[in-house]
């Protein structure tokens, strides 16, 4: 399955570290936003996620840039979907980009009851 966009936001004052800096931890979040997007997508329907790693910020943003960020199945469980993710800085008056992070997420599909269901053949 190929990288997708699945979120695109601004980076707000709100969202900056005591340095100036975009906070890791609203990076981390915004990831979780759209890997979750892809996984409730993708499961059709409610998907949790059940544990995140490999967390890197290999650049840095400033308030008013942009972050879009692209995601990927990379592993199948029989309740659980695998997503890479990935966001990227574009300079907001301009078109430099860096890579700013990247993580890994598993979510366990629910079903209606909230306990695990498996996925289908479609997904």
Do not use: C
Request: proline share 4%; net charge negative; glycine share 14%.
């Amino acid at each position: 399955m190929a990288e997708e966009l699945v979120i695109r936001v601004t980076a707000m004052p709100t969202d900056l570290n005591p340095y100036g800096g975009v906070f890791g931890g609203w990076l981390m979040s915004q990831l979780a936003l759209g890997a979750g997007s892809l996984a409730s997508r993708r499961g059709q329907g409610k998907a949790v996620v059940v544990h995140a790693t490999d967390f890197t910020f290999p650049g840095a943003m400033q308030v008013g840039d942009e972050l879009s960020v692209y995601a990927e199945i990379v592993e199948r469980g029989r309740t659980s979907l695998t997503i890479d993710a990935h966001g990227i800085g574009r300079e907001r008056n301009g078109e430099a980009t860096v890579e700013v992070a990247r993580g890994r997420f598993k979510f366990v599909l629910l079903g209606d009851d909230d306990r695990p269901r498996p996925l289908s053949h479609s997904e």
